[in-house]
C-alpha cells in the first residue's frame, strides 16, 4: 500500500537519486526553443508561453486528483465550457457583475462536482461513464443557454485574470497575472495532495480501495471531494482561458483529454494511487512545449501532428519503464 | 465564418466522404478540384457585377436572367414547407435559421413549417428526407445539406416524388431541384480579402493565412483563391495553420510567428477568430496589420475601436431567407431565378463599415443578414433594442 510511497526519490545506495523523466523533458524542450528562438528567452517569449499553459497546468493538477483517487474525470473540459458561456450570458457587459459570476460559477463546478462523487461513490457508475456522461449533459446546458452561438462578452474585469500583465516589474519586465493564478493555485494544488492528511487517503483510495477502507479512510468522502477539487480547477481553468481567449461555444473542448495526457506524462499512474502536481504541471509545460516546438520548426502541420503523437508516446514509456526498474 | 466550423461537423464528413469513396471506388468521378481557374474567374467577376432585383433588399437579387417555369408546382394555400437542415452547429447557421424563421412568419400562405435538423450527419440527413417524403404533407422540399456527394441522391429522390426541391447554401450534384441559391462563393471570399490585403501592404509583405480546418469545399476555395492572388502580387505567405477555430489556439499561432518576425498582414478563411488574432498583436504591444474578418460584430467593432485595416468579406446568411422566398414563388407558381440563383456577395469595407456595427447585437451575429427590415428585428436574433 502506498500511502507511505509518496514522491520521494527513494533514497538507494546502489542508483543515483532517480528524477522524474519529465522534468527532464521539459527542460530539453526550452533549451530546444530557445535554441530555435533567441526571443523566447526574453520575458515576453517565456512569459506568454506560461500565460498559454497556466489554464491547462491548473486543470491537469485538479484532474490529478480524480486520477490518484483511482478514477477519471471526463467532464472538466465541459465545466469550462459552461464556465464561459455562463459568465458571457450573465454579465452582460457590466463589468462589476465579475465580482459575483466567479463565486456564482465556483459554485456551480462545486456541485456539479459533488454529483460526479455521489454517482461514481453511490450509484457505484463508473467515473469514465459518469463523468462523459456529465460531460455530454453540460455541453447540452451550455448549448441551451446559449442558442448555439455565444450571446456577450466578458468584461475586461473577467479577462483581467488570463489577459493582464502586469508591466514594469523589475528584471522580468512583465508579469502577467495569469502566472500568478498558476503558482498560487500550483501551490495550493501540491499542499492538498502531498502535505495535508487528505492527500494521503487520496493515495491510499487510488492504490487499494479496500485496504484504504479497512485502514479506516472514510473512501467516498475521499473520492467525491477528488471530484469536487476537479470541478473547482475547471472552473479556474475556464476563467482563465476565457479571459486570453474570449468566448468561443466550444472553448473547454478536448481540455478533458489534454489534462489526462498532462498527469500521465507526469508520472501518474491512470488507475490511482500515485502521481505528484508538480510533475503534472511540468507535464502541461511540456505539451505546450511540444507543441510550439514544432510550430518553430516550421513543419506542416500533418507532421507535427505524427511527431507530438509519437514524443508523448515515448515519454509516457520512458516514464513507466524507470518506474517498473526502480519498483515503484 | 461560412458554414462548417465544429470540427465534428467535418470529421463526419470526411469520414462519410471517405466511406462513399470507397464504395464506389475507382468509379468516384466527383474529385475535388479546390483550385478551379475557370470558376474562380467567373467568380472575380460575379463579385463586381450588376445584380437583378430591387436595389434595397439583396436576398433577393439574383445575377443573370436565367429563369426557371414553376407553373407545374403551383399549388393553393396552406401549404407545407418543409426544411431538411444540415444543422444549426455554428454561430453562422443560428444566425441564418432565425433569418429563416422570421422570413417564414411574413408569409401567411405557409400554415405548417416543418424544421428537421441532421445535427451534422449526413445519415441522419438522408434518413430525415425519406421520413418527409413518407409523411406526404410537404408541399415544398427546402435542403440544406450536410454533404454535397452524400445527399444526392436523397435530393434525387425528393425530386422523383414529385416534390418541388430548393437548394441552398452547399449544392448537390444534381440539376433536379428548382434552384440551388447560394451566393457568389468562396473563391469570391478569398478574392476580396487577398485584394485588400495586396493593396495595403508593401510589395514583398509577409502574410500569415489563418484556416480552420483542411478538406471543406466552402472553406478550401477561399484559401485557394487568395492563395493564387498572393502568388501573382509576390507577397510572401508565411505559412498556413489550421485554427480549428479556437480562440486560443489562433492567439498561441499568431504570438508565435510574432516571435519570430514581423507579420504585415494575417488572412482568415472565416472571421469567428479574427479578433484573437487581433488581440495577439494588442497583447504584444505591436500595432495590429491587416488583419481580415468577416461580419460578425465583435471583429466589427474591434476594428472600429482599434482603427487597423480590415476587411470583412461576407458569406451572407440572408441566403436562408431567400431559400424560403424561392419557395413560395415556386408554390405560386411565380418564375424563379435558376437553376442557380446566384446572390450578391458583398464585402464590408472601411467606408461602410458604421452602418453594418450595432452594438446591441451579440458578438457572433453576422451582420450581413439582410434582416433588419423584419418586423421582428432585433429581439429576434438576441439583441436588445
Redesign the interface.
Known amino acids: 500500500m502506498s500511502a507511505q510511497s509518496l514522491p520521494q526519490p527513494a533514497a538507494t545506495k546502489r542508483s543515483l537519486p532517480k528524477i522524474n523523466p519529465v522534468y527532464v523533458l521539459v527542460v530539453a524542450l526550452i533549451l530546444a526553443i530557445i535554441v530555435m ?1 533567441p ?2 528567452g526574453e520575458p ?2 517565456y512569459m ?1 508561453f506560461l500565460k ?1 499553459v497556466t ?1 491547462l497546468a491548473i486543470l491537469s493538477a485538479g484532474a490529478l486528483y480524480v486520477i490518484v483517487s483511482g478514477g477519471f474525470d471526463l467532464s472538466v473540459g465541459s465545466i469550462m465550457t459552461l464556465t464561459v458561456i455562463g459568465s458571457s450570458m450573465l454579465a452582460s457587459n457590466d463589468p462589476n457583475s465579475t465580482y459575483w459570476i466567479i463565486p456564482l460559477m465556483l459554485g456551480i463546478g462545486a456541485v456539479i462536482g459533488l454529483i460526479n462523487g455521489l454517482v461514481v461513490s453511490y450509484l457505484k457508475v463508473p467515473s469514465l461513464i459518469a463523468t462523459l456522461g456529465m460531460m455530454i449533459t453540460l455541453n447540452g446546458v451550455a448549448f441551451m443557454w446559449s ?7 466578458l468584461p475586461d474585469t473577467f479577462r483581467f485574470f488570463g ?1 493582464y ?1 502586469i508591466t514594469d516589474v523589475p528584471v522580468i519586465t512583465l508579469l502577467p497575472i495569469a502566472v500568478i493564478c498558476l503558482v498560487v493555485f500550483g501551490v495550493i494544488l501540491w499542499w492538498g495532495m502531498h502535505r495535508t492528511n487528505f492527500g494521503r487517503m487520496l493515495h491510499a483510495v487510488g492504490d487499494n480501495q479496500q485496504a484504504a477502507r479497512l485502514a479506516g479512510v472514510p473512501v467516498e468522502r475521499v473520492r467525491i471531494s477528488a471530484f469536487v477539487v476537479s470541478a473547482l480547477t475547471a472552473v479556474l481553468a475556464g476563467v482563465i ?1 476565457g479571459g ?8 473547454g473542448s478536448g481540455f478533458e483529454l489534454q489534462a489526462i495526457t498532462a498527469a500521465v506524462i507526469g508520472g501518474a499512474q491512470l488507475l490511482g494511487g500515485r502521481g505528484s502536481v508538480p510533475a503534472t504541471i511540468s507535464g502541461a509545460l511540456a505539451l505546450e512545449a511540444i ?2 516546438l514544432l ?2 520548426l ?1 513543419l506542416a ?1 500533418p507532421v507535427r501532428l505524427v511527431v507530438q503523437g509519437l514524443i508523448l508516446i515515448g515519454a509516457v514509456a520512458l516514464a513507466t519503464y524507470q518506474r517498473k526498474r526502480s519498483g515503484r | 465564418m461560412g458554414n462548417l466550423t465544429r470540427e465534428e461537423d467535418v470529421k463526419k464528413f470526411i469520414l462519410a466522404a471517405a466511406a462513399f469513396g470507397m464504395l464506389t471506388g475507382a468509379a468516384f468521378s466527383q474529385a475535388p478540384n479546390f483550385d478551379d481557374p475557370a470558376e474562380f474567374a467567373k467568380q472575380r467577376e460575379q463579385l463586381t457585377a450588376t445584380f437583378n432585383g430591387p436595389a434595397d433588399q439583396m436576398y433577393v437579387q439574383y445575377a443573370g436572367d436565367s429563369m426557371v417555369d414553376t407553373s407545374a408546382f403551383k399549388k393553393d394555400a396552406p401549404w407545407t414547407v418543409c426544411f431538411s437542415n444540415a444543422g444549426v452547429n455554428n454561430p453562422w447557421r443560428v444566425v441564418g435559421f432565425t433569418n429563416m424563421t422570421e422570413e417564414v412568419k411574413l408569409h401567411p400562405e405557409i400554415g405548417t413549417f416543418t424544421h428537421v435538423d441532421a445535427e451534422g450527419s449526413d445519415d441522419k440527413q438522408i434518413a430525415d428526407i425519406d421520413d418527409l417524403l413518407a409523411g406526404g404533407n410537404c408541399s415544398v422540399l427546402i435542403v440544406s445539406p450536410n454533404s454535397t456527394a452524400a445527399l444526392t441522391p436523397a435530393v434525387e429522390k425528393a425530386c422523383a416524388a414529385g416534390l418541388p426541391v430548393i437548394v441552398f447554401d452547399r449544392g448537390v450534384t444534381t440539376d433536379c431541384p428548382v434552384t440551388f441559391v447560394h451566393p457568389v462563393g468562396g473563391y469570391g471570399f478569398g478574392i476580396q480579402a487577398a485584394e485588400h490585403i495586396i493593396a495595403n501592404v508593401p510589395a514583398g509583405g509577409k502574410v500569415l493565412m489563418l484556416r480552420i480546418l483542411p478538406g471543406v469545399d466552402v472553406l478550401e476555395t477561399r484559401a485557394s483563391g487568395a492563395r493564387n492572388m498572393f502568388k501573382e502580387a509576390g507577397l510572401t505567405v508565411l505559412g498556413e495553420e489550421f485554427t480549428d477555430g479556437d480562440n486560443a489556439k489562433t492567439k498561441s499561432i499568431v504570438e508565435d510567428y510574432l516571435q519570430r518576425g514581423t507579420i504585415d498582414a494575417v488572412w482568415m478563411d472565416a472571421g469567428a477568430t479574427a479578433v484573437a488574432a487581433v488581440e495577439a498583436f494588442e497583447d504584444q504591444g505591436v500595432d495590429v496589420p491587416v488583419v481580415t474578418g468577416e461580419d460578425q460584430q465583435d471583429y466589427l467593432q474591434k476594428w472600429r475601436d482599434l482603427g487597423f485595416k480590415g476587411i470583412a468579406p461576407t458569406y451572407p446568411s440572408y441566403q436562408w431567407r431567400t431559400a424560403i422566398i424561392a419557395a413560395v414563388q415556386t408554390l405560386k407558381g411565380e418564375p424563379v431565378p435558376g437553376p442557380e440563383w446566384v446572390l450578391p456577395q458583398p464585402a464590408i469595407t472601411q467606408d461602410v463599415l458604421d452602418q453594418y456595427i450595432n452594438e446591441k447585437m451579440p458578438p457572433l451575429h453576422y451582420a450581413m443578414c439582410g434582416c433588419e427590415d423584419m418586423p421582428t428585428y432585433p429581439n429576434a436574433w438576441g439583441g436588445t433594442e
Open positions: 528562438n526571443a523566447f515576453t517569449g506568454n498559454r489554464a442558442g448555439g452561438a455565444p450571446r456577450g462578452y489577459r500583465n482561458l486570453r481567449a474570449g468566448v468561443s461555444v466550444d472553448i507543441f510550439t510550430n518553430l516550421g502541420q
